[in-house]
DNA sequence: AATGAATGAGTATTCATTCAT
DNA sequence: AATGAATGAATACTCATTCAT
């Protein structure tokens, strides 16, 4: 009933431990207005992350390009680590929505290879942004708040489907993510552009890996 | 001649085309103490950076730290982010000094290997602290103010000699950095201690990427 | 007949001069609903005050805690210094309430004894509450919007039956409060719970601040 | 050697347990320019709680009346609340040094009549000062802050000196302290300037409670 | 060369209050 | 009458950097 409930991350959750957030549909603001005002101060957030890199990402700032007052920012995010929380979770979950499609292809190796187009993709679409939210996510103060579960889980899936007689799954995962967020942030920073070329290195890298572990 | 000459990081270089600082002999201990005092510095931010994190990352610390003034400091560092790229520099210098063995192997296979175990090592030494470095090399910021040269001829070099028909070394060679440092600094956050089979499953990353490029 | 005579203190009435506020018949529940709510609203910002302190105590707290919403508290108090206000009078009232006991007694001595328990005994029983509420009613800004009349004459009373000789009742009603409001707050800050030695203190020091003056 | 050894209140005392802060000739600012600052600041922060209240009594006003950056401020006090605390101490150990004269009295009663009228002079000095000063020093956060044995020390010897019979000294103490406190702070209140008046009540209350505990 | 006192722009955050719905 | 989303002025505090001594 209080304001408090439509915080994006509570700050409990950003002390002590994972403690598992609720990955349910987390309770979004039940009105209209509340739920545009959240979307715009979190695009407001990627875009100005985007132009003017960490240097500008203030909390101010966020909210005069949202075109919302700073009060309204701090109803719906506690602090500004849940807000860039809530913009790795969002760009996750967009990433999310276009990978899981991964899971509709016939063979484990045509999913993998999907993955890895997509995850390319992602990175060519905003590249700055991309890369700076991976820095971000790195911070040990915010790592343990996002929302990591269903992407490893999507990851865990598609490895399995791909290398069924893999033994330790969840460490491929792991390794399989870093590969490709080294891999493709590394392409960034250097402004490639050729995402074919890139895709093909990484599929080299992946198969690679899972064919000699 | 003056006392300028012993910053380490020019102003004017932070800005405009970076590479190749003042290739004066570099060595030259102008002056014993100052030497020192600067040596003393770069540890005092390492120290922090390693305890402390980013948080207690700030100049007054640092040189409160190493036993200085802050005024010292300044004298020779102009800026914080000069003295966190010296402290990179140092870290590469010590990670190049040991990785260069691997060019005293006979086979290109073996010095690659030798390269992969340095950088495993280097993680497991100060995990904390490589973990950080890497995510301040990759600041916009500071990125071109690191001396990377050398680093990446030595990866040229050994991978020259691993993959002698790869056709596009300089773009293996950063191919083969970016997955190092995904697996080994995500293995870092994980903490991870098992280097045997983390070096292990670099190799069967690297080996494979090579194989299929 | 509008909303507004609800209100618990006029804006009007912060400034200028205070003192007795419309002499409306004061009872009349204009709608038992809206009695309700004003009576949610002060216990609920009592509860605050008294497990929270002073730092949790903010209007959106108290609405939250009264299962009411942020507007309604403003339907019924022009602002914060007004609740606290109206908190004050309340607990004074109750403290009346008991302490106008006191002249049911026989003689002036036991009256006024009466008068020193009774304000012992409350203190003991809301300790935190009573304590910062007497902080509360010395801030310069609240000090003239609480109903003290009531309670002042009360002691004007007490004490003259107490001491029918004293020439300056007012100056000797004010020193008493005085008195007992320092001795119970600052065993309130000190924990004492002993409220039978409190009490012989108390009387120690107000029936001989009498005898002397 | 750092800045911080001059911090007059330091993080760590705030939070927990007293801890018995170093009673000792604490380290004052060593170099005059710094002393200096220290003191415009402190006596900054009594103007503007003497003439604005708590109302206008922030840091920033604080350090610009006082002709002083903000960053110097927060050079010498870890936070507000410790130049709070820093003036309550400077007021009460100005009032000490009044207040101590009484040991010089021959008489025990001569001594506690002195030291009344030690703390009545004292409120009739700055009255606003005094009184809000006495209404912070009760906030739980500063309770425990303030350097009060000295004090407390000087208020037991006198009553010492003049109820040697008294069997609980320290609660006397206290109870004294309390009487004073709320009298004076009642009068200041009432805009009282009598101070002939004042004292001479003081004294009532305060023997009179002595002559029956 | 060294010191460390001083600076002040910058930033996160709070909370009383308003008002459209 | 009630709601609660929105507001934004106010404020505590940080820290890179300068410069008088």
Redesign the pocket.
């Known amino acids: 009933?209080g304001?408090d409930d439509?915080r994006i991350l509570g700050e409990a959750s950003l002390r002590g431990h994972p403690k598992h957030k609720p990955t349910r549909p987390r309770r979004v603001?039940?009105?209209g207005?509340?739920e545009?005002?959240v979307a715009s101060i979190i695009e407001a957030a990627a875009q100005i992350l985007e132009k003017e890199g960490f240097?500008?990402?203030?909390?101010?700032a966020v909210a005069r390009r949202a075109g919302?007052?700073?009060?309204?920012?701090?109803?719906?995010f506690?602090?500004?680590?849940a807000l860039t929380v809530a913009l790795i979770n969002r760009e996750n979950k967009r990433f999310y929505d276009d990978a899981a499609i991964a899971l509709t292809r016939r063979s484990g190796r045509a999913a993998l290879e999907y993955l890895l187009a997509a995850a390319v993709r992602r990175q060519l679409q905003r590249p700055m942004l991309a890369r700076l939210l991976d820095l971000e996510e790195a911070r040990p103060t915010l790592r343990g708040e996002v929302e990591k579960d269903e992407l490893e889980g999507l990851f865990h899936e598609v490895l399995r489907r791909a290398a069924p007689k893999h033994e330790r799954l969840d460490v491929a995962a792991a390794d399989v993510i870093a590969i490709i967020r080294g891999m493709v942030d590394s392409a960034g920073e250097r402004g490639e552009t050729d995402l074919q070329s890139l895709e093909e290195r990484l599929r080299a890298a992946v198969f690679g890996y899972l064919a000699r572990t």
């Open positions: 009933m304001a439509q603001p039940l009105q207005r509340a545009e005002t240097a500008g990402f203030n909390t101010n919302v007052s700073i009060g309204s920012l701090y109803q719906y506690p602090g500004k680590d």
